[in-house]
């Protein structure tokens, strides 16, 4: 019995790429964005990103060591990414009691009662991120103002830029391609600047940790999606670049959609998977009660991914 083989749950990819690896080099991949968010909204931004890491590392241990009686594997980075992403998707302004909550969903909820990394349905940080909006509407839409070096905006607060657009606000109050790209706008801070996240995506890929298929598929259709509402339309659906720039779809896109565990294994599967990640994110903002949709329409597509890997399964080595 001591010389039982024990097999670890899919994707099982062959790499010289550990876990451990894997994830310390997306904390990495996220570090760009983090420090354009502190230089933007200041030390709540720092107070949050320990609060949310050091609470889910620490929840992890606890299930794993008390509850699941498991030897504790926090050191595999798993749950310092879990945390990142998830104080990324909130604004500077949350109080800090709700971020534990938070943590606590997406690892007590979303990852550890399925048997922890690997066997997750759904990706940990926006299940706990959607909770968060659902239960706390107020605090998770309370949008401060980014003032650069260490201004703490908390005491002002003004609309996204996705809110502008669908409380139809003045068109001109909308911040300028240049303010997006650098992050000059209001928004979940880990999503508000453009060129630290494609910084950060552009190193995954260098690294070979993620591919193109789903970041260009989902970006692609929401752009085209949106193009053609725009086109149609012009007085009521804004420019598709507003759409691509504006919210968490590059957050989402590059760093959530991509999730190994809960996303399609095959590349045919991954680009199915971020056609529809684009297009359930464009029809939500437009049609939906909320203005950002990039969250829900990742986790929808993350309950078909069974089926996609069903439908566009890997040839066999045999038949090759």
């Not at 968010?37 to 720092?46: A, D, H, N, Q, R």
Request: proline fraction near 8%; charged fraction near 10%; aromatic fraction near 10%.
């Amino acid at each position: 019995m001591d010389k039982l083989l024990h097999i670890s749950g899919s994707p099982h990819v062959h790499s010289g790429e550990s876990v451990k690896k894997i994830m310390w080099s997306v904390v990495l991949s996220l570090m760009p964005a983090l420090l354009v968010s502190i230089y933007y909204f200041g030390l709540p931004v720092i107070i949050l990103t320990l609060v949310s890491v050091g609470c889910c590392v620490l929840f992890e241990y606890l299930i794993q060591r008390f509850m699941l009686h498991q030897k504790p594997t926090i050191d595999d980075g798993s749950a310092v990414v879990t945390g990142l992403l998830l104080a990324f998707n909130v604004p500077s302004n949350l109080p800090v009691w709700i971020m534990v909550v938070g943590a606590l969903v997406a690892i007590g909820i979303a990852k550890m009662p399925f048997g922890g990394l690997g066997h997750n349905p759904f990706n940990p940080a926006l299940v706990a991120r959607v909770t968060l909006l659902i239960a706390f509407p107020v605090q998770m839409t309370t949008w401060p103002v980014p003032t650069p070096i260490w201004g703490f905006a908390d005491a002002v607060t003004g609309p996204t830029t996705l809110g502008l657009i669908k409380e139809g606000g003045d068109p001109t109050q909308i911040p300028t391609y240049a303010n997006m790209l650098l992050g000059q706008m209001g928004g979940s801070f880990g999503e508000v600047s453009a060129i630290a996240l494609l910084i950060g995506a552009g190193f995954l890929l260098w690294k070979r940790i993620i591919t193109w298929h789903i970041p260009v598929a989902f970006m692609a259709t929401a752009f085209v999606v949106a193009a053609i509402f725009h086109m149609v339309n012009p007085e009521i659906y804004v420019n598709p670049f507003i759409h691509l720039l504006a919210g968490g779809l590059i957050l989402g896109a590059c760093f959530m959609a991509t999730d190994m565990v809960t996303s399609p294994t095959s590349p045919w599967g991954m680009i199915v998977f971020g056609c529809g990640c684009g297009l359930l994110t464009i029809i939500i903002r437009l049609f939906g009660a909320y203005p950002e949709g990039v969250s829900f329409s990742i986790l929808l597509m993350n309950a078909v991914v069974p089926l996609i890997n069903k439908g566009f399964k890997p040839k066999q080595f045999a038949d090759r």
